[in-house]
T-cell receptor, first 113, second 114 residues
Framework: AQSVTQPDIHITVSEGASLELRCNYS??????LFWYVQSPGQGLQLLLK??????LVQGIKGFEAEFKRSQSSFNLRKPSVHWSDAAEYFC???????????FGGGTRVLVKP | DTEVTQTPKHLVMGMTNKKSLKCEQH?????MYWYKQKAKKPPELMFV???????INESVPSRFSPECPNSSLLNLHLHALQPEDSALYLC?????????????FGQGTRLTVV
């Protein structure tokens, strides 16, 4: 069975500082990996995805993520956060065999002025 | 057009009511999904439709009844719900080409059962 762990429930970062959100997955083969962002009461917006190829993927809003097979990780980074980045971030994994998307527990990001 | 549109945005219903949530996409996607999200929790998969046929039912109670009338529309019929069913209900769609596909989510319907 596939699973995702996001070890940090909350992260507080100052505006302009760098941000890194951790994601560890469990899946028997090469997974398809995603990062989504959700503002309060809203739907989920896809930030970036990894299917294959280059392990460093670029996404929208200045985010990037690196796939590390040896560590079963897919951490999300942003060099300089903006107040508008305050939201809930979900890492998700999807297997090749089906359409089931499994989410991690989420990390809430708070941005201090 | 990369939108998934859900209506209504908010719904309050009594435990004896019957209501429906609607979802629409015009991206030509052949897989559509219903997720339930409780406060401060990740979305949980309820149903998957693939080519208008129900392919996954995650042991959802029968008071939730999905329907896919055509490739663009997905409904969730609600009947005799409980207060614990109050949640954000999210619809999503994706291309039907195996695992290398991304899901597009709607803005959700905030359901309150009183």
């Amino acid at each position: 069975a596939q699973s995702v762990t996001q070890p940090d429930i909350h992260i507080t970062v100052s505006e302009g500082a760098s941000l890194e959100l951790r994601c560890n997955y469990s899946y028997g083969a090469t997974p398809y990996l995603f990062w989504y962002v959700q503002s309060p009461g809203q739907g989920l917006q896809l930030l970036l995805k990894y299917f294959s190829g280059d392990t460093l993927v670029q996404g929208i809003k200045g985010f990037e993520a690196e796939f590390k097979r040896s560590q079963s990780s897919f951490n999300l980074r942003k060099p300089s956060v903006h107040w508008s980045d305050a939201a809930e971030y979900f890492c998700a994994v999807q297997g090749a065999a089906g359409n089931k998307l499994t989410f991690g527990g989420g990390t809430r990001v708070l941005v201090k002025p | 057009d990369t939108e998934v549109t859900q209506t209504p945005k908010h719904l309050v219903m009594g435990m004896t009511n019957k209501k429906s949530l609607k979802c629409e996409q015009h991206m030509g996607h052949r897989a559509m999904y219903w997720y339930k999200q409780k406060a401060k929790k990740p979305p949980e998969l309820m149903f998957v439709y693939s080519y208008e046929k129900l392919s996954i039912n995650e042991s959802v109670p029968s008071r939730f009844s999905p329907e896919c009338p055509n490739s663009s529309l997905l409904n969730l019929h609600l009947h005799a719900l409980q207060p614990e069913d109050s949640a954000l209900y999210l619809c999503a769609s994706s291309q039907q080409d195996g695992g290398s596909t991304e899901a597009f989510f709607g803005q959700g319907t905030r359901l309150t059962v009183v």
